[in-house]
């Protein structure tokens, strides 16, 4: 015990030293020992060049274990798309290795259960999707949010046979837009990860954000910013993909301090609204209605600006325009006196 340290501070620190050492021991061990029986739940780099799958996960199930590849390293804002690997690689690049308490295999599924305080419980299904084999990582709070008990229209927003989003060349898993009436191109965006130009200029924009990155920009200070690059366009917002109920449900920060950045960044920034859209999927339609409406409005106004025909205006007309216009229909007007009625009741009435 150093001078000045408690019992408790001493048990603590002997704790992580232990907790440190065995999490070297078990990387150490998935490392050199590639063929023995998994006993903790491991995630690597994917060592393929190109895939769209980042990561490697190594459940501990049966005598080998099960190897998949994964889009993310655990199914925090929805389900992740897996996909059957190859092989578990003899000089893996590790991300991360828990301890498990177990993991059972129980009809088209694999229970998973992790030695750690949160985000512990995960199960893997197998199923089918568009004809094809699939596995989904999922969790309790994914697989509800996965099913909000509605269907998505399938009508055209706001009319627009095709609508073209431009998608920001860094938005790493970006949407497909799959449901919706789209096409996508890659460009680099001034504010926002999906917008629509019209002549290389942006006329709408959405910042796409789960609830983890949420939190993050708003604790760091980094809304302000993104916000301000925002509401320099003509219309742009936030879409969140979570509840906003979930945010009273956080256990890393305090929920009252989100809440009150949200609340400063809507006062600050109210032009820039931000959405809260339950499900990735509903994320998704709502960016795509909020961008096709955007659109159809930028059409209205540049038709008022350089087609339509201007409104009358509520002036009353002048003399010198009455006479001018009496002389060019055939009447006979003096240049100066009195227009007589008859005149006037027929400029009035002229279409």
């Not at 393929?48 to 590849?69: A, F, M, N, Q």
């Not at 089918?128 to 949010?145: I, L, M, P």
């Not at 926002?192 to 993050?216: F, T």
Request: proline letters at 6%.
């Amino acid at each position: 015990m150093s001078l000045g340290e408690s019992p408790a501070q001493v048990r603590s620190r002997d704790v992580n030293r232990a907790k440190g050492r065995s999490r070297c021991r078990a990387m150490w061990c998935a490392t050199a020992y590639p063929d023995l029986v998994p006993d903790d739940f491991l995630i690597a780099h994917n060592p393929e060049d190109g895939s769209r799958l980042p990561y490697l996960l190594r459940i501990p199930l049966g005598p080998d274990g099960i190897v998949l590849k994964a889009r993310e390293t655990w199914p925090r804002t929805g389900k992740v798309y897996c996909h059957r690997a190859t092989g578990w690689p003899a000089d893996p690049d590790l991300v991360e290795v828990v301890p498990t308490r177990s993991c059972v295999r129980r009809g088209a599924s694999i229970d998973l259960v992790l030695d750690r305080s949160r985000e512990n419980r995960s199960q893997f299904v197998l199923t089918r999707a568009r004809g094809r084999e699939a596995v989904f990582w999922q969790t309790a709070r994914t697989a509800k949010q996965a099913r909000p008990a509605v269907s998505l229209p399938t009508a055209r927003g706001s009319g627009i046979p095709t609508l073209e989003i431009v998608v920001d060349s860094h938005e790493r898993y970006a949407w497909t837009f799959d449901h919706q009436q789209v096409t996508t191109r890659r460009e680099g965006l001034p504010a926002g990860d999906y917008a629509i130009e019209v002549g290389g200029r942006v006329l709408a924009s959405v910042e796409r954000k789960s609830l983890v990155d949420l939190v993050s920009t708003l604790t760091t200070g980094k809304m302000r910013y993104l916000l301000a690059d925002l509401s320099s366009l003509p219309t742009a917002a936030v879409v969140v993909e979570d509840r906003y109920s979930a945010v009273f449900k956080l256990d890393r920060v305090r929920p009252a301090v989100v809440a009150d950045a949200l609340g400063e960044c809507q006062a600050r920034f109210p032009t820039v609204p931000i959405i809260f859209c339950e499900t990735r999927a509903l994320a998704q339609e709502w960016t795509y209605r909020f961008l096709a409406a955007a659109l159809a409005h930028a059409d209205e106004e540049t038709h008022v600006k350089t087609e339509a025909t201007p409104l009358t205006s509520a002036r009353a007309a002048s003399p010198g325009e009455v006479r001018k216009w009496a002389r060019e229909h055939g009447y006979a007007l003096a240049d100066r006196g009195r227009i007589p009625r008859e005149i006037r009741e027929a400029f009035d009435a002229r279409r």
